[in-house]
T-cell receptor, first 114, second 113 residues
Framework: QQQVKQSPQSLIVQKGGISIINCAYE??????FPWYQQFPGKGPALLIA?????SEKKEGRFTISFNKSAKQFSLHIMDSQPGDSATYFC?????????????FGKGTLLTVNP | DTEVTQTPKHLVMGMTNKKSLKCEQH?????MYWYKQKAKKPPELMFV???????INESVPSRFSPECPNSSLLNLHLHALQPEDSALYLC????????????FGPGTRLTVL
């Protein structure tokens, strides 16, 4: 049972364009919504994260938009660069203590053409 | 030091071999994780250690045996693996109460022949 649905599966954007990746969730108990970026041959790295009581968070060219009523959140990459080419995973966390769970979406392969 | 290190980077083993993967972090994180990642898939949780105790085992076959010798080290012992176990094995760590913020190592690329 996939609890976080991510789309699109792959995305091609021109340099300077805006990349948008969308995720939807069902479990209202999720308490954080992080995005991870993974380059080939590397482990995922936390890019940006948002709490469900915040509608938008921006860090440099990366912005998370969060719609609690629709149970959707999205990552916007402004002025996309070839160096942003990577796989992006949205995720949702829940629980506490040693049972803190992190549920990943299936991932989006972003290619930014020069 | 904000790094999780993993050794070896690559490992090729036969189905009868015994090998171990090693993970180390010096960030003072008390939660450590093993993940398995297949190509073009998200990481799949295998084990969670919290304060050096195994807290979650996601129904992983017994041919994978985790060990946490101390708060900085995590091992994954491998024995009698199958070719379908070939994958990228990732170690991660996090602070208590910040489980959403996981620091991943670069992984060990495992090939089982």
């Amino acid at each position: 049972q996939q609890q976080v649905k991510q789309s699109p599966q792959s995305l091609i954007v021109q340099k300077g364009g805006i990349s948008i990746i969308n995720c939807a969730y069902e479990n209202t108990a999720f308490d954080y919504f992080p995005w991870y970026q993974q380059f080939p041959g590397k482990g995922p790295a936390l890019l940006i994260a948002i709490r469900p009581d915040v509608s938008e968070k921006k860090e440099g060219r990366f912005t998370i938009s969060f719609n609690k009523s629709a149970k959707q959140f999205s990552l916007h990459i402004m002025d996309s660069q070839p160096g942003d080419s990577a796989t992006y995973f949205c995720a949702a966390s829940s629980g506490g203590g040693s049972n803190y769970k992190l549920t990943f979406g299936k991932g989006t392969l972003l290619t930014v053409n020069p | 030091d904000t790094e999780v290190t993993q050794t070896p980077k690559h490992l090729v083993m036969g189905m009868t071999n015994k090998k171990s993967l090693k993970c180390e972090q010096h960030m003072g994180h008390r939660a450590m994780y093993w993940y398995k990642q297949k190509a073009k898939k998200p990481p799949e949780l295998m084990f969670v250690y919290s304060y050096e105790k195994l807290s979650i085992n996601e129904s992983v076959p017994s041919r994978f045996s985790p060990e946490c010798p101390n708060s900085s080290l995590l091992n994954l012992h491998l024995h009698a693996l199958q070719p379908e176990d070939s994958a990228l094995y990732l170690c991660a760590s996090s602070r208590p109460g910040q489980g959403f913020r996981r620091f991943f190592g670069p992984g060990t690329r495992l090939t089982v022949l």
